[in-house]
């Protein structure tokens, strides 16, 4: 009971970090078409939005898992929740200025704190109790990542999107009254006040964590494969470095347009388009649980390759048929989604002895996908005249590539070991 009681208040801290994270990666579904409105910007400019996050992850990965072998794991989460506030207050001067570049630069920061946050949490929250209960730990400390995947469009949708939609007409008519400024201004400051109260909650947070005492497990010694591109070598994990490439893509697409979509396929307001990205992220949620039971009964490979033909026919269907259907089969996309992370994870290293370490590292950098493809989406969205409906073949060419890889890894055979799906 001693035990139990002496890790029960770092348990609880470390658990909240999961919360931050997905409430960053889900918070831009409302801010692509937020500052799309406000810097009055193109689709291909907006898509910049999930680039400064993804490139903040990929560039900031290796670096954070160098401080925290280093420094240890407490001053890995005070370093990323002080980068993670800190950008998160600098919402407030990008809106005061009105600059797009500002507003980048701040999610930047925030996902350099977040890259941090996530990659001192996961093995962090498994050493803090007894090694036995430790994948239950981290089942619940993942179940708050969900909560903050739900709870941002929400969020978002109510503080952050004011549900004010001009016509390029009424756009026309402001400006010639000389009120454009102003009403440009008054759209950016819808940030304000949840980033201020969200930076000064992380940097409260983070003052916490300095005081609080926290078990420090020891420093990992041993003989650690180190940095090199030589783990590519070995197929299944290139192959799954690059399935994973595509899919973070495709995830990250499906949801940044969606409030876009959502307009262009069925005039939907943008306040309405976030309860429905939010109900969609319940799905996601609910697609964890449902592949976890499934895998039970179905290979990871087969059940992966038969999520992906699903995602494959609901976006192809999406792509090309107007009007509610084409939304409500994009909100039935996340739950089809929700195995893939993992499950490729999991069977890029598996099998593996020491290189898994190194090909977790790559496999986590794949996420650098999450810059690349929303950017395409983008210039096909304005190259066509804004049909951002067409962009979406992009996201389904991501899933057929997804597919191949879950074809090819079944043909390598049944692994015994079962694979979680708990990140």
Request: hydrophobic content about 55%; overall charge positive.
């Amino acid at each position: 009971m001693k035990q139990n009681s002496k890790y029960l208040l770092p348990v609880i801290l470390v658990t909240s970090l999961f919360f931050l994270w997905a409430f960053l990666h889900n918070i831009n579904p409302i801010l692509i078409p937020h500052l799309k409105k406000a810097c009055r910007l193109t689709d291909t400019q907006s898509s910049l939005i999930d680039s400064a996050v993804y490139f903040g992850y990929f560039l900031m990965a290796m670096p954070a898992g160098w401080f925290m072998h280093k420094y240890g794991y407490k001053k890995g989460i005070i370093c990323g929740l002080f980068l993670y506030g800190v950008g998160a207050l600098l919402f407030l001067p990008a809106a005061s200025m009105l600059s797009y570049g500002m507003f980048l630069f701040a999610l930047f920061v925030t996902a350099s704190g977040a890259t941090f946050l996530e990659t001192v949490a996961n093995p962090y929250i498994a050493k803090l109790g007894d090694e036995a209960s430790s994948a239950q730990r981290l089942n619940f400390a993942q179940s708050f990542n969900g909560v903050g995947a739900f709870v941002a469009p929400i969020i978002g949708g109510q503080f952050i999107l004011s549900g004010v939609e001009h016509s390029s007409e009424e756009m026309q008519r402001i400006e010639a009254a000389g009120q454009l400024d102003a009403y440009l201004h008054a759209e950016a400051a819808t940030v304000n006040t949840p980033y201020l109260i969200i930076g000064v909650l992380v940097l409260l947070l983070a003052a916490l964590f300095i005081v609080i005492k926290l078990p420090e497990a020891p420093a990992q010694g041993g003989t650690g494969t180190g940095f090199s591109l030589k783990v590519l070598k070995i197929p299944q994990v290139s192959a799954a470095v690059l399935a994973q490439l595509f899919y973070v893509g495709a995830q990250v697409g499906v949801g940044s347009f969606f409030i876009r979509f959502s307009r262009y396929a069925m005039d939907l307001p943008e306040k309405q388009a976030a309860v429905w990205w939010s109900i969609a992220m319940v799905g996601f949620m609910a697609g964890r649980f449902a592949g976890t039971f499934l895998m039970k009964y179905i290979r990871p490979e087969k059940l992966l390759a038969i999520f992906s033909i699903a995602n494959i026919v609901l976006v192809g269907f999406a792509s090309f048929v107007h009007g509610a259907p084409a939304v409500y089969a994009l909100v039935a996309v996340p739950f089809f989604m929700s195995i893939m992370f993992p499950t490729i994870f999991a069977l890029g290293i598996r099998g593996l002895g020491e290189e898994a370490k190194m090909a977790s590292s790559f496999l986590v950098m794949a996420i650098v996908g999450g810059a690349l493809f929303p950017y395409i989406m983008g210039r096909i969205s304005d190259a066509t005249g804004g049909n951002i409906q067409i962009s979406y073949i992009v996201p389904m060419i991501c899933f057929v590539a997804v597919l191949i890889f879950a074809w090819r890894s079944g043909k390598q055979g049944d692994p015994k070991e079962k694979i979680s799906l708990s990140h």
